[in-house]
């Protein structure tokens, strides 16, 4: 996976976690600065599209963290 795009994915998922209070601003200002610096880097690209590319890529990055390992426990 692109940095760039892990380094969006974990700050949003900060943002998740975190709903509410001081420390939820801190993080949502994080986040809003990677999106940022990401659409600087890529101008052709529409604030809207990459937070949709964000959602998508999210939901994925999630399932993908969840999954437990198909290998059997040692007996």
Known sequence: MNQELEA??????A???KSSGE???DLAAIFQ?????????HPSLS???????VD???R???CAQ???SSMPPKA
Do not use: G
């Open 66 to 68: 969840s999954k437990h």
């Open 23 to 25: 420390q939820a601003d």
């Open 8 to 13: 969006i994915l974990r700050a949003y998922d």
């Open 47 to 53: 604030a809207q599209t990459l937070q949709r590319m």
């Open 60 to 62: 994925r990055w999630v």
């Open 15 to 17: 943002v998740q976690e």
């Open 33 to 41: 600065s990677r999106i940022d610096d990401f659409l600087a880097k």
């Open 56 to 58: 998508i890529a999210y």
